[in-house]
DNA sequence: TTCCAGCTGTGACATCAGTCACATGCACCC
DNA sequence: GGGTGCATGTGACTGATGTCACAGCTGGAA
């Protein structure tokens, strides 16, 4: 229902912008555009179900994607998330298979929809198009090896203060103390982004601040002690 | 110093039966073949390590090899294990950074190495393998998420549960019980493969003897209650 | 305002995972 | 045969993880 394509913006710009696509030519990108079918999503929003058929990639225009596993208990363990942009779902496209995972919007989100068959199409047009996919997916692979080392070697304390620190990574350089970061909307959704409960999330971010490392305020976190949260984000051993 | 390169053996049919090289003519073969580097490996040789700059990828000719992350407590968490005619690091070829896990033999093992430059050559030349290549990085995209799908939302006697069962299904479609198996060369190999320590995989293999729904003997295992197994390996909730 | 829904913080608790220590068993070599 | 080295099996224990229950807070709707 809320899926409904509109054809009166131009996305042009954000095809441009894509690094997939980068370096195509002006008559490629239109080409590209006039079969890509942009639909919008609202908060919260099923885009795909993991293991439903998987029928062609999306491209982020505006707004943020989360893509996710979900267990038959209900929890979640989120595996990215990615804001304009990104493309997703770029590899099940290829290997004829299911999506191995789901998708939601996390906003309001508009998405660029490019069919398996153009997509193909594409690139086997294009061979440079190819090689840009492999690049992102390459990526997408180091972050999925990163999940599992971090799952199977360190405990919900770590991941948090990483979590922390990627965070502050983002939020820009500024060398010394005092960076703050924005918290993810509720601590479920923290939690099932490093893979544990909100319990967890709650108790291991009071220790940090009672450690000193930090300063919570709602949904902000003031870093207090970058050094510390370093060593807090490494393995012990 | 085992990495010897040999020249007498004729390395042709290996590269034809790989799965991204197949559909190539004659002719490209023989330029792959021209250019790729026999390398012989003893059980347990380093093939190369996580983080090392990535200089090209890998083909299985004979034996068995590796992929995984280690810790920093020494402990280690196996991504896959590659028998011939399976590529090796095709992926981190082509984002340009290093290897994102280490790889080692397991048993002796024949690799054919190719270059990051002839495989790019190779790729540019023949859209058809890019592609190829984008389906085997697929099913190992998939592979991943099936480990963190386990990691986080189940326990060790479930993994341990799937883990046989994957064996069984390699063995054969003996419909009926009474299949039989052969375990990892040790329990701490076993435990590396389903993200746990050699203890806890010697206790639950006994407990589900204990169950009645396997006989331990040494490294083999019968399975007796397929069923039960099953149910044990799916998550309680 | 009041009420309600959803989120947060926390204590109590059950279970799981991992470590340490040690005894046993097995193969291989001298 | 005896010793050495390596893998296994087990018990005891520690700490991490996750569940349940409940109380308090907040923001929005009626």
């Given at each position: 229902m809320a899926t409904v394509p509109e054809t009166?913006?131009?996305?042009g710009p954000t095809l441009a912008k894509v690094p997939i696509f980068s370096g195509l030519t002006e008559g490629e990108l239109a080409f590209l555009l006039q079969r890509a079918i942009p639909r919008r999503y609202v908060a919260g929003e099923i885009v795909f179900g993991e293991g439903e058929p998987c029928l062609g990639m999306y491209v982020v225009e505006s707004g943020h994607i989360r893509i996710f596993k979900s267990s038959s208990g209900g929890r979640e363990h989120v595996l990215s998330v990615d804001g304009p942009g990104s493309s997703v779902a770029e590899l099940p496209v290829f290997d004829g298979?299911?999506?191995p995972a789901s998708a939601a919007a996390v906003d309001d989100a508009t998405l660029l929809f490019v069919s398996k068959q153009d997509f193909h199409a594409l690139c086997l047009a294009h061979p440079q198009v190819t090689l840009k996919v492999l690049r992102v997916v390459g990526a997408r692979l180091r972050r999925l090896v990163g999940i599992i080392e971090e799952l199977s070697f360190t405990t919900v304390r770590h991941r948090l203060a990483s979590f922390l620190l990627r965070l502050a990574q983002k939020e820009g350089k500024?060398?010394?103390?005092g960076i703050q970061v924005a918290l993810p909307a509720s601590n479920q959704e923290l939690a099932s982004q490093i893979g544990t409960v909100r319990e967890l999330v709650s108790r291991n971010l009071s220790r940090l601040q009672a450690e000193g490392m930090l300063q919570l305020d709602g949904r902000h976190v003031l870093i207090l002690d970058l050094k510390a949260l370093e060593e807090a984000s490494q393995a012990s051993e």
């Open positions: 009166k913006v131009n996305h298979g299911s999506y500024r060398a010394s103390e």
